[in-house]
C-alpha cells in the first residue's frame, strides 16, 4: 500500500520559522508536491521536488531526499496568512497524486 | 484566462440518491482528476480522466462513476449516496504529462452533504 505520514497539528508564532516534516512509502515515485489549503478552499501549489536537495522559492523552501523516503516544507518570517493545511503529496506516474493527510498550522501573534 | 471551475459550490442531498458534479478544466489542460476530501482529511484520489477515457482508478466502488467531453470537461457521479460521502469533491487539471512540472491546478470543489 501507498504510506505518507505527516504531523496532524503544528502551531508556530508570527516572524519565526516551521519546518513541516512529511515521510513517505509509496510504490513507486516520480516527484513530491507541496500544497496549502486554507480551510474551505481548493489546494494551491507550493513547490515539486523530483531531486535530492533544497528548492527555496521566496519564504518557502522544500527538501527533498529520495532515499530516506522524506521531505520538508519550511516556512520563513511566519505571517498570519500562513495558518492553512499543509498537504504533502507523491506522485507516481500520470498526474495521480497520493496525499497525506495534511498538517494544520497556526500561526499566532 | 480561466482557471479550473466546478459547479454547483454545495450541494444537499439525501441518502440513496443519485449526483452528478462538473468540472472544467484549465485552457490548454487535457486530464482531469476528481478527489474526495473528507473533513480533517487529505483528498483522495477518485479516477482520472485523459482523452475520454478512465486513465486510472482509485479504492472507490462502483457507484463512483464519471465521464469526460471532447471539450474536456468532466462530470463525477455517485449513485445511492450514503452518509459516507459527505465530503469537498475537488477536479484537478493538468497538461500532457512530462512538459515541465507535472502541476495538478485544482478547482474550488463542490462541498456535498448526504441526509
Known amino acids: 500500500g501507498q504510506n505518507i505520514d505527516q504531523p496532524t497539528e503544528m502551531t508556530a508564532t508570527e516572524g519565526a520559522i516551521v519546518q513541516i516534516n512529511c515521510t513517505y512509502q509509496?510504490?513507486?515515485?516520480?516527484?513530491l508536491f507541496w500544497y496549502q489549503q486554507h480551510a474551505g478552499e481548493a489546494p494551491t501549489f507550493l513547490s515539486y521536488?523530483?531531486?535530492?536537495g533544497l528548492e527555496e522559492k521566496g519564504r518557502f523552501s522544500s527538501f527533498l531526499s529520495r532515499s530516506k523516503g522524506y521531505s520538508y516544507l519550511l516556512l520563513k518570517e511566519l505571517q498570519m496568512k500562513d495558518s492553512a493545511s499543509y498537504l504533502c503529496a507523491v506522485t507516481l506516474n500520470t498526474d495521480k497524486l497520493i496525499f497525506g493527510t495534511g498538517t494544520r498550522l497556526q500561526v499566532f501573534p | 484566462d480561466a482557471g479550473v471551475t466546478q459547479s454547483p459550490t454545495h450541494l444537499i442531498k439525501t441518502r440513496g440518491q443519485q449526483v452528478t458534479l462538473r468540472c472544467s478544466p484549465k485552457?490548454?489542460?487535457?486530464?482531469v482528476s476528481w478527489y474526495q476530501q473528507a473533513l480533517g482529511q487529505g483528498p483522495q484520489f477518485i479516477f482520472q480522466?485523459?482523452?475520454?477515457?478512465?486513465?486510472q482508478r482509485g479504492n472507490f466502488p462502483d457507484r463512483f462513476s464519471g465521464h469526460q467531453f471532447p471539450n474536456y470537461s468532466s462530470e463525477l457521479n455517485v449513485n445511492a449516496l450514503l452518509l459516507g460521502d459527505s465530503a469537498l469533491y475537488l477536479c484537478?487539471?493538468?497538461?500532457?504529462?512530462?512538459?515541465?512540472?507535472?502541476?495538478?491546478?485544482f478547482g474550488p470543489g463542490t462541498r456535498l452533504t448526504v441526509t
Open positions: 521536488n523530483v531531486l535530492d
Open positions: 480522466y485523459y482523452e475520454e477515457e478512465e486513465r
Open positions: 484537478a487539471s493538468s497538461g500532457y504529462p512530462g512538459q515541465g512540472i507535472p502541476e495538478q491546478y
Open positions: 485552457s490548454g489542460h487535457d486530464t
Open positions: 509509496t510504490s513507486g515515485f516520480n516527484g
